[in-house]
């Protein structure tokens, strides 16, 4: 993946390219994100972005239990 993802970025003539939603989220020119992974994958980078306070458009379900979704609107919600 990180060959492909490497070989568009150069492609595209882009300035960055990660695998890592965690050290994308944590780019300074990051403002919002969008959460669109498989279901199971929702929390992790909601989390993050709720830690940085950013605004977010989450494709549902925030997670795939009552406990962890109640866990994601609390962060956000006190984000």
Do not use: C, Y
Request: proline share 5%.
């Amino acid at each position: 993946m990180k060959k492909t993802g490497n070989r568009l970025k150069d492609d595209i003539k882009a300035g960055f390219f990660t695998a890592n939603f965690r050290e994308l989220i944590e780019r300074p020119e990051v403002d919002a994100i969008i959460v669109a992974t498989s279901t199971w994958a929702h929390v992790e980078p909601t989390l993050a972005a709720a830690e940085r306070g950013l605004p977010m458009l989450i494709e549902k379900p925030l997670a795939t239990d009552a406990r962890q979704s109640a866990t994601v609107l609390d962060a956000i919600e006190s984000g």
